[in-house]
């Protein structure tokens, strides 16, 4: 594991929307591997006393988290969000962007995701109920958890 490399590299998290179950494997990951990950949201909750683990509340509306996020965050920094034209705005900054279920963006499934997602927001305004995402399961959660130890280790 190369630490020069790690302690460089920083975790944000769009924490207004991350499932409890993700916020704690991404709790357990900054202890282990001293990463400072910071939460960011416009809803105050509680994080774990840790050095390494912050938490930044920003004042109410829409995107101002993801403002946040995109503001501070640098090249090879990760990004923790299901939202994504922030992860496509986080991938043109030059850092990771990983999704509560375990998706890796990248470069060149971004492109494909930010239309699909746009085209899903264009049939939903004109009426149409597409449902949402299925409920976070137990898969999901060793996913992201697998996804998450495969970026960490390969800083």
């Not at 916020?23 to 006393?49: H, L, M, S």
């Not at 912050?54 to 403002?67: I, M, P, R, T």
Request: aromatic fraction near 6%.
């Amino acid at each position: 594991m190369n630490l020069s490399n790690q302690s460089s590299m920083k975790i944000w998290v769009d924490g207004d929307a991350c499932p409890a179950v993700i916020k704690d494997i991404i709790y357990k990951a900054a202890q282990r591997t001293g990463i400072e990950t910071t939460f960011v949201a416009n809803q105050p909750f509680r994080i774990p006393e840790s050095p390494h683990i912050k938490f930044l509340l920003v004042k109410q509306g829409f995107d101002v988290a993801d403002e946040e996020i995109v503001k501070l965050t640098q090249a090879n920094d990760l990004v923790i969000t299901a939202d994504i034209p922030l992860a496509a705005l986080a991938i043109e900054k030059g850092s990771l962007a990983l999704n509560p279920r375990g998706e890796l963006y990248t470069q060149d499934t971004i492109a494909a995701r930010l239309s699909m997602r746009n085209f899903m927001d264009s049939i939903r305004s004109s009426g149409v109920e597409t449902g949402g995402p299925a409920p976070m399961n137990k898969n999901d959660r060793h996913l992201f958890a697998n996804s998450l130890n495969t970026v960490l280790n390969s800083r």
